[in-house]
């Protein structure tokens, strides 16, 4: 039996302080400073906090006799593996589990059991050897983290309940969860070491815990919240979903604990992880679900994204209450990612440049790419999750409209045709290294965005493989161009257009007719289109495109060694690009329309709103008349003209996008090799504005200083009048 126990106390108590002061919203936090408070009697407010969640509920009274009966004579239960030696999924801690729920169920007030002898005398045995024994699972996190919390939480139970011996010995286990690290690994260790200092009585090690969370909460070269409000874990890895989104989740239990007392976070801290919850975390999460691609290894796991926007919505509460300056954009978080149908939806683009990924939302849809360079890790292998996940990080796309498209795809899916990528087809299955994780080959790599809409592109190269994709988010569709696709070696590449799990028909137009296509792998005409679960996807002049609706098998225990290799099996919509063995300058375009609806598909894709200006290894670049809108990556210095007159030259590579405006040009500029760069930017028209100067011949040149260090990368943007 596994006892299934809220552990996420912090978030309770935050959940709950929401509550009781709205009516205080206004109020600004005003730290105390240290020393001028009664530490012990602040002390104690925590230690009523912390208590109060662990007193609520408790395991059915069946389930509680069925774990008395069950428990051996010497106080271990014979249904659990105290020699498992998995990393992830140690069975071994269901007895420290077993324990907190035997102990609530003999102290909580409303519980049958309540003072039951015998049930008293079966956790006393329970606890005694668990502490004789001290099991340890190869994987710290257990050791330091869960088996001390769990511990924690049944000595608050059962405070003064408690023989000597029980006592000291579950308390000398606590103490190997000793403070330190950094991320959510620092603050998980802060929340055993808060539960410890309230049984030892320790105010000065609960001081230390508030002010270790405190230095936690700021803009991060290494672990942490990034400049643009990404979130870094295990060195420079993108992990906004998973540790990320259990420090955002953490944060506000700690604010919760301390508020008016003197351990309470500093206003400027708070603020700092409120814009972390705006800026960052609420732009990657779509009906609920996290982005698959800042989940990390997590994707590998039953649980997926879990349900990551409830809990993202109470964290946004919570921190209304201690932020009244940014009250209402919290509010309105809060609102969206319960998925209130009154809420507005947030809408716009945005480049998070210290991780190589973009966030692209409308009202009706979600789409991120997430590419790699030589500056971030890719994926990591940890604990034997993530086996098959190589390419995670090579220009992955995911298109949501509904947030299921993906969920639970993962035992099924061929990894070597991840949505996005383009990948050399071995026949072996892909395998990340278990000894290093690995950083991405080139340098060129990042976004352009002005906020509404972006750009993405990486100079991409793995082993005899290089190509240069771009991608360009407009209003209603993605426009994918690749160019200079090449590989030496025999194996065919494949672009990945998409890789889903199939919902409802397929049809396809083959050049003549739209119908409905039958299950099975086909290659279609070039100019065909094909719409599925209410997106649509163009190929101008594209061939070798293959469409491919039938069931795909594979399991979990592939990907996440915790699990069984029972087969699992899955309807699964995949379309790709062939670029056969040894392409040499190969290209591609397509288009992934989200907002399409099935009987637009064939006036859409005759007249597609947009113009590729060029698609080549030096220059790949977009015009969008609807919106006024040039989208270029200049792998070298060069210029794009538009059907127009108006010509845009650069003296440097960089990302641009020009934005006309009636009277207006506004100009965004980045450097993808992320480091201070100045570009001469020359217009061939007169402009005004600050830092626009006469080029000669009505033309006009603008000098951009791009930063760097933390916000290297990041999207600098002018606007300029037309005229002299």
């Given at each position: 039996m596994r006892m299934r126990l809220v552990t996420s106390w912090f978030l309770c108590i935050s959940i709950s302080w929401a509550a009781d002061?709205?009516?205080?919203?206004?109020?600004?936090?005003?730290?105390?400073?240290?020393?001028?408070?009664?530490?012990?009697?602040?002390?104690?407010t925590i230690k009523e906090r912390v208590v109060a969640p662990l007193m609520k509920g408790s395991a059915k009274p069946e389930e509680i006799k069925k774990l008395m009966g069950s428990l051996a004579a010497d106080g271990h239960w014979p249904d659990?593996?105290?020699?498992?030696?998995?990393?992830?999924?140690?069975?071994?801690?269901?007895?420290?589990?077993?324990?907190?729920?035997?102990?609530?169920?003999?102290?909580?007030?409303?519980?049958?059991?309540?003072?039951?002898?015998?049930?008293?005398?079966?956790l006393d045995k329970a606890l005694a050897y668990w502490n004789a024994n001290d099991f340890q699972c190869p994987n710290w996190?257990?050791?330091?983290?869960?088996?001390?919390?769990?511990?924690?939480q049944t000595l608050l139970v059962l405070e003064g309940d408690l023989s000597q011996e029980l006592w000291d010995g579950a308390l000398q286990i606590i103490r190997h969860g000793?403070?330190?690290?950094?991320?959510?690994?620092?603050?998980?260790?802060?929340?055993?070491?808060?539960?410890?200092?309230?049984?030892?009585?320790?105010?000065?090690?609960?001081?230390?815990?508030?002010?270790?969370?405190?230095?936690?909460?700021?803009?991060?070269?290494?672990?942490?919240?990034?400049?643009?409000?990404?979130?870094?874990?295990?060195?420079?890895?993108?992990?906004?979903?998973?540790?990320?989104?259990?420090?955002?989740?953490?944060?506000?239990?700690?604010?919760?604990?301390?508020?008016?007392?003197?351990?309470?976070?500093?206003?400027?801290?708070?603020?700092?992880h409120?814009?972390?919850?705006?800026?960052?975390?609420?732009?990657?999460?779509?009906?609920?679900l996290f982005d698959y691609s800042a989940c990390g290894r997590g994707i590998t796991r039953k649980s997926g994204g879990g349900d990551s926007g409830a809990k993202m919505a109470n964290s946004c509460e919570s921190m209304a209450q201690a932020c009244p300056d940014l009250q209402p954009d919290l509010e309105a978080a809060a609102?969206?990612?319960?998925?209130?149908?009154?809420?507005?939806?947030?809408?716009?683009?945005?480049?998070?440049?210290?991780?190589?990924?973009?966030?692209?939302?409308?009202?009706?849809?979600?789409?991120?790419?997430?590419?790699?360079?030589?500056?971030?890790?890719?994926?990591?292998?940890?604990?034997?999750?993530?086996?098959?996940g190589q390419f995670l990080s090579d220009g992955v796309q995911y298109v949501y409209r509904t947030g299921q498209e993906y969920k639970g795809i993962f035992p099924v899916w061929d990894w070597r045709r991840l949505p996005g990528i383009t990948c050399e087809q071995k026949p072996e299955p892909p395998q990340v290294s278990k000894d290093k994780i690995r950083f991405g080959e080139c340098s060129f790599v990042g976004a352009v965005s002005d906020g509404m809409c972006g750009m993405a592109a990486m100079d991409f190269a793995r082993g005899p493989l290089a190509a240069r994709k771009a991608w360009f988010f407009l209003d209603g569709e993605i426009v994918c161009l690749g160019a200079g696709v090449s590989c030496s070696s025999d194996n065919p590449v494949l672009t990945s257009v998409n890789q889903c799990l199939m919902k409802g028909p397929v049809t396809v137009f083959d050049g003549s007719r739209a119908k409905e296509t039958p299950r099975g792998e086909q290659t279609l005409a070039a100019s065909s289109w094909v719409f599925h679960?209410?997106?649509?996807?163009?190929?101008?002049?594209?061939?070798?495109?293959?469409?491919?609706?039938?069931?795909?098998?594979?399991?979990?225990?592939?990907?996440?060694?915790?699990?069984?290799?029972?087969?699992?099996?899955?309807?699964?919509?995949?379309?790709?690009?062939?670029?056969?063995?040894?392409?040499?300058?190969?290209?591609?375009?397509y288009v992934i329309a989200p907002a399409a609806a099935l009987e637009e598909m064939e006036d859409y894709a005759t007249a597609l709103p947009f113009t590729v200006l060029q698609?080549?290894?030096?220059?790949?670049?977009?015009?969008?008349?609807?919106?006024?809108?040039?989208?270029?990556?200049?792998?070298?210095?060069?210029?794009?003209?538009?059907?127009?007159?108006?010509?845009?030259?650069v003296d440097k590579p960089c990302l641009m996008m020009a934005r006309k405006m009636d009277r207006k040009l506004e100009i965004s500029v980045s450097n993808p090799e992320h480091q201070p760069l100045e570009v001469i930017v020359t217009v061939n028209q007169p402009l005004k504005g600050e830092g626009a100067e006469p080029a000669g011949a009505g033309a006009t040149r603008i000098t951009f200083v791009l930063p760097g260090e933390l916000y290297a990368g990041q999207t600098v943007t002018r606007s300029f009048e037309f005229g002299a």
């Open positions: 002061v709205g009516k205080k919203a206004q109020e600004t936090v005003i730290p105390i400073p240290n020393g001028g408070f009664e530490m012990e009697n602040d002390l104690k659990i593996n105290y020699h498992d030696t998995h990393r992830a999924a140690w069975q071994t801690d269901q007895h420290v589990s077993r324990i907190l729920a035997m102990a609530k169920a003999w102290k909580l007030q409303a519980s049958p059991l309540k003072g039951d002898a015998a049930l008293k005398a079966a996190y257990q050791n330091k983290i869960t088996v001390p919390r769990l511990l924690g000793q403070l330190g690290m950094t991320g959510a690994n620092l603050t998980w260790l802060a929340q055993v070491n808060i539960m410890r200092a309230c049984l030892e009585n320790n105010p000065g090690l609960a001081m230390e815990c508030f002010q270790r969370v405190a230095d936690e909460i700021r803009i991060s070269p290494a672990d942490g919240i990034q400049a643009d409000f990404s979130f870094y874990q295990h060195g420079r890895q993108f992990y906004s979903g998973g540790y990320g989104i259990g420090f955002a989740n953490d944060i506000p239990g700690f604010v919760a604990l301390a508020r008016d007392t003197g351990f309470q976070l500093p206003k400027d801290k708070l603020e700092i409120a814009r972390y919850l705006l800026d960052g975390e609420q732009w990657m999460i779509w009906k609920g609102k969206r990612l319960r998925g209130d149908k009154d809420a507005r939806p947030l809408v716009g683009n945005r480049s998070y440049w210290r991780c190589d990924y973009m966030a692209h939302r409308r009202a009706d849809f979600f789409s991120s790419v997430r590419m790699t360079s030589n500056r971030l890790l890719q994926t990591e292998i940890v604990n034997d999750e993530n086996q098959r679960d209410g997106v649509g996807y163009v190929f101008p002049d594209q061939s070798g495109v293959h469409l491919r609706a039938d069931v795909q098998k594979g399991s979990w225990g592939d990907i996440n060694f915790q699990y069984s290799k029972d087969e699992a099996a899955l309807d699964v919509f995949s379309l790709w690009i062939d670029h056969g063995a040894q392409p040499t300058d190969a290209a591609y375009q698609n080549a290894p030096a220059l790949q670049a977009i015009w969008s008349q609807p919106l006024g809108l040039w989208q270029a990556a200049f792998y070298e210095p060069g210029e794009i003209k538009t059907p127009g007159d108006l010509a845009i030259a």
